[in-house]
Nanobody
Framework: QVQLVESGGGLVQAGASLRLSCAAS????????MGWYRQAPGKQRELVAG???????NYADSAKGRFTISRDNAKNTVYLQMNSLETSDTAVYYC???????????????WGQGTLVTVST
């Protein structure tokens, strides 16, 4: 019922910037925390950045100083601005959100399908 759709991935050269977007749609009463995860080849999925409804953000050490997470609550959208991309940033990036489907509904954890970011030398 609730869907997250990521966009903005692609192939870029090291040092370039990229902005990922994730839009939530469906039966949504409210969205709580949202975040970006990534999974590189041969590695486990890891949290890149998270953001609360109020805008408080946290980042993985590898993302600090280069990435910025933000959200537009009116659009049910979360963004990840990635600057100074490195080859080690190559991964499938997944959007995640805690969604409250209704007034009395429990929060649901929803994942997007992922968007591939490839950073070349």
């Amino acid at each position: 019922q609730v869907q997250l759709v990521e966009s903005g991935g692609g192939l870029v050269q090291a040092g370039a910037s990229l902005r990922l977007s994730c839009a939530a749609s469906g039966s949504i009463f409210s969205i709580n925390a949202m975040g970006w995860y990534r999974q590189a080849p041969g590695k486990q999925r890891e949290l890149v950045a998270g953001i609360t409804t109020g805008g408080s953000a946290n980042y993985a050490d590898s993302a600090k100083g280069r990435f910025t997470i933000s959200r537009d609550n009116a659009k049910n959208t979360v963004y990840l601005q990635m600057n100074s991309l490195e080859t080690s940033d190559t991964a499938v990036y997944y959007c995640n959100a805690r969604v409250k489907p209704g007034l009395w509904g429990r929060d649901l954890e929803v994942w997007g399908q992922g968007t591939l970011v490839t950073v070349s030398t």
